[in-house]
């Protein structure tokens, strides 16, 4: 594990996305800060060099006085995958971020909300796996008991097979979840072209991989998207995709994004693929949105100040 400081990171050899390298020896700042009517708090960060990133904390029980927090991290500033619903998407990449600094946006939630963060999760601006070295050493320091402590971690992943499988070599102690989104190719290909270049089987491969080895269950996510990939034959092909993995999979709502012409599909259609999949033998629950009023819900991270 590398040491993480905050606030002085070395210079850090970032992984072969990244444009560049970064001395970030300034503190980064909080630019904006943003309170939804559920108690979601979003922040958008700029660091030194003045690249942005945004950061999510989601209060469980009493707002005020939460009985469960998790903190939502970003690991790049903008994302160079280009997912078609996703606002992130069309900002294209900044830079990797460092891991001192990823420690510091979750040391930042539990600041904000004066309490511990239980749960942190990479899944806010970036595709993680693209920085595999620094997302490793962040997640070690805050794990540790003389780090933040944080109790769970999860890594939410387009899907990129080398990096699902370095995690399950490297055993790692995270919960790994896989943007899947579509369950045919053409369509997959159509919504997520940055991970084109994976075929599904390839994915599967890794993932069934990633269960043997690392022991561990997938969550695959699927966002539905009204009369897109929520047909029958959508759910017959996650069905198939599903086969053979120790997989659960979560259901997710979509919000809408300005400029993007998808919508969500209704709850009812959600509900109904929901019961299909239990019935199937497959796991499965339905996600609420948390934030989506103060654009902090799953898609719709776009550093706006
Ligand atoms: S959904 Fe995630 S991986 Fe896809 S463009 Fe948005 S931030 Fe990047």
Redesign the pocket.
Known sequence: MTNVRIGCDGPHHAADASPEVVDSCLDPQVVARQVSADGTRKYVVRFPDGALAEVVGIPYGDPAAPSRLTACFSTQSG?A???AF?A??RLGLTRNLTAAELVWEVALVGRDFGRQVDCAIAMG???PLANYDALVDAMADMRADDGLGVKDLTVST?GIPEGIRSLAADRAPVTLAV?LHAARQELRDEL?P?VRAFSLGCLHDALAYYNATAGRYVVVQYLMLGGVNDGHNDLEALVAFCQGLDARVSLLQYNRVEGIPFVPSTFGAAALWCMELSDRGIPAGVNNPRGADVHAAC?Q?AART
Do not use: A, I, K, P
């Open positions: 994302c995958m280009r997912c996703c992130t998407g601006q970036g595709e387009c943007s997520m940055g898609g991270l």
